[in-house]
């Protein structure tokens, strides 16, 4: 596995790509915190590159990267080797790059230009979330051979978990503004690993005004060191889920 | 002035002076006094006992009262004396009378610490009550652990300086207010900490009154309650981590100035609490880290001019039955929401503030912007309506819809604005 993981990352390093996507993230949040004299706005502006960007790319790179390495996975298979072992090295291999490049783009400059506790928070559902997107890269390319279907459903992925489910959640709240819908509203956010990154992150920034939002079941939830714990947990099942399904797939797999 | 109204600030120099004016005349007619007798009270003194000594005093006559246990139960002063302490002598009710009842003018007390005043729902028991009284100067001490600290009523002209007055209150019902003053007018509050009562300062039916230099924190309730209490001023009080800051209700001509409301946080919790009050004057306040800033509920002909408010949750919720005020040349910077409001009427005028989300442009370089600015968001009208939409804040669909709401407002009014926003905060 070990061997198969140095292949992967020499073979993205010489890609090219997430060398380019680890510049363009140190661009971006160099120049947003040296734009703004209040570090506070770079964090906030930062927290959307977090939110969008990063989930993006992650899950674009890991697609056509996967489908690219096809014949790579079929040689591979052919040897004496453990079929678990060919996918999660090929999945350490994408993430440990991928947040490799995340650290070096956006952690650099968070630790260097926000205080600690915050840019801990945004580094740590960075890479959360970067995991997370590989994994669901993992599953969408077992399900589909067909390249261009996957890139498309990949995208789908992404748009659904970083626009439509909050629209949807939006739309039912408006819906069922009546009825005490905050538990439920807390169980839903747990479906989309975007939106418990952001209430993390949220939960930092606008401590004030979310002091005064009537709900106080959702501060106490998320706000205490046990709820922190709990959402990075769901994370990490957000990880982990889709990587198990996709590893069983493809176990059984006729390439 | 710039401002209008300003013989108001006058008014509180004036008071400010005339501060000093009776500190000299009480200068004097203590030395005329004093030439009278001082009595000395303490285990190795001609009086034991605080009660006797009170019972031997004649008007105009000193006690100096030495550091000891004194438990007497209930001491009531009928005559013109002073009170002072020397090296903390501790006045203690053992939770079962009021202790000190103030019942004449021109009392002075001095350097003590009072403590355990009783609990009585009823009668309001204190550590120092004044009734019905003038000239009376509470200066210096130290109150711990009770009901009420000091308690006005009925009286005029009296000093509340440099007090120490802390309780350990957990719940509203059980525990009085710090410095509690009610049908009184002309007193000066100054300097005081308060800490634990269920409001720091309580007014009721107050007038002609400064507040100056206090600091009220960790209260119950609020740092400061005004009731029915007009044409009074507070000026340099820090209110930190109340129930709510101060609250300001059913009063007209109130001067706020260079207050400091910071980290009053909680569900319903409010740096400044405005209902139902008229001409009134906020000026060069600071409001950090509240949950609102300031709330304005039928509130008019108030200027609110040079505050900062600076990472609230809500700048300024400023409720639709508002009108006529004038908020001008304040800094909003690091607020979630700047401003919210509950309804389409917009009676208020907001002129030359500095809004650090603005986007606009200022080409003829005269440091204000040349497009005007809407500080409402679409989203803070959204989180009025429906508080637990605050759990979808900062995610893209709400950033777009912002957006677009800035684009072409139609759901907030579009005359609620600021036509010559500031480039530059007032305050750097």
């Known amino acids: 596995m070990i061997r198969i993981l140095k292949y992967v990352i020499l073979d993205i390093i010489k890609n090219r790509l997430v060398l380019a996507y680890a510049i363009i993230l140190a661009v971006l ?25 990063v989930p993006l790319f992650s899950v674009i790179f890991s697609t056509i990267y996967l489908y690219n390495s096809a014949e790579f996975i079929e040689l591979l298979v052919s040897q004496p080797l453990k079929r ?73 992925v992404w748009l659904f978990f970083a626009v439509l489910f909050d629209g949807l959640m939006l739309l039912l709240m408006f819906q069922f503004s009546d009825y005490p819908i905050e538990k439920t509203m807390i169980g839903l956010t747990s479906l989309s690993p975007i939106d418990l990154a952001r209430i993390m992150i949220l939960l930092r920034l606008d401590v004030s005004a979310l002091m005064g939002f009537t709900g106080a079941l959702f501060r106490d939830f998320f706000g205490s060191r046990s709820g922190e714990m709990i959402s990075m947990a769901l994370l990490v099942l957000w990880a982990a889920t889709p990587l198990l399904i996709s590893g069983l797939r493809f176990r059984k797999k006729d390439l | ?79 013109p004396i002073s009170l002072i302490g020397i090296g903390w002598p501790v006045l203690d009710g053992e939770k079962k009378v009021e202790i000190l009842s103030v019942k004449a003018s021109n009392v002075l007390i001095s350097g003590l610490v009072v403590k355990g005043s009783n609990y009585a729902s009823l009668e309001d028991p204190a550590a120092i009550k004044v009734y019905d009284a003038s000239h009376v100067n509470i200066i210096g001490n130290k109150l711990e652990d009770n009901f009420f600290g000091i308690y006005l ?149 108030a200027d609110i001019v040079e505050n900062t408010f600076d990472d609230n949750g809500w700048g300024m919720k400023i409720q639709a039955s508002c009108m006529d005020n004038r908020i ?23 002129e030359n503030n500095y809004w650090q989300k603005y986007e606009g442009y200022d080409l003829n370089k005269d440091g204000f912007g040349d497009i005007p600015f809407h500080p409402l968001s679409l989203y803070s009208k959204i989180a009025e309506n429906n508080p637990s939409a605050m759990m979808l804040y900062r995610s893209f669909i709400v950033m777009l819809m912002d957006r677009t709401e800035k684009v072409m407002p139609s759901i907030t009014p579009d005359n609620f604005i600021d036509e010559k926003p500031r480039m530059k905060p007032v305050y750097l």
């Open chain 1, 29 to 53: 949040s160099w120049s947003l915190f040296s734009l703004e004299d209040n570090s506070a706005k770079g964090v906030l502006s930062l927290t959307n590159v977090v939110l969008l960007l």
């Open chain 1, 84 to 156: 678990r072992d060919i996918w999660l090295g090929f999945y350490t291999g994408l993430s440990l790059a991928l947040a490799a490049a995340f650290m070096i783009g956006a952690g650099l400059p968070l630790l260097f230009f926000a205080d600690l506790g915050m840019s801990l928070i945004l580094i740590t559902t960075g890479l959360l979330i970067t995991f997370v997107f590989v994994s669901l890269a993992m599953l969408v390319t077992v399900m589909t051979r067909d390249k261009a279907r996957g890139i498309g459903l990949a995208i789908l």
């Open chain 2, 1 to 79: 002035m710039k401002y209008g109204r300003a013989y108001k600030l006058t008014g509180v120099l004036f008071l400010l002076n005339s501060m000093r004016l009776y500190s000299i005349i009480f200068c004097i007619s203590f030395s005329y006094f004093l030439s009278a007798r001082t009595l000395n009270v303490g285990k190795n003194f001609t009086f034991q006992k605080l009660s006797l000594a009170f019972k031997a005093a004649s008007a105009g006559d000193t006690i100096l009262i030495h550091s000891g246990q004194y438990s007497e139960g209930n001491l009531i002063i009928d005559k």
């Open chain 2, 153 to 301: 009523q009925y009286s005029k002209k009296c000093v509340i300086r440099g007090n120490k007055i802390r309780a350990y209150g957990k719940d509203e019902q059980m525990i009085g207010n710090g410095i509690h003053c009610w049908k009184s007018d002309s007193l000066q509050i100054i300097g005081n900490e308060i800490c634990g009562h269920r409001d720091g300062i309580y007014f009721e039916f107050v007038t002609h009154s400064v507040i100056w230099r206090n600091r009220s924190h960790n209260n119950i309730r609020y740092g400061l309650h005004f009731m029915f209490s007009n044409d009074d001023a507070y000026i340099s009080n820090v209110f930190r981590e109340n129930g709510s800051g101060v609250a300001v209700m059913f009063t007209k001509r109130v001067l706020m100035i260079n207050n400091h409301f910071v980290e009053n946080w909680g569900d319903a919790s409010y740096g400044l609490l405005l209902k139902e009050i008229s001409d009134c004057n906020i000026l060069n306040n600071y409001f950090n880290k509240n949950t609102a800033g300031i709330y304005l509920e039928g509130v008019s002909r």
């Open chain 2, 328 to 350: 001008l040349q304040n800094d909003f910077k690091g607020n979630t929401f700047d401003v919210s409001t509950n309804g389409d009427l917009v009676l208020n005028t907001f």
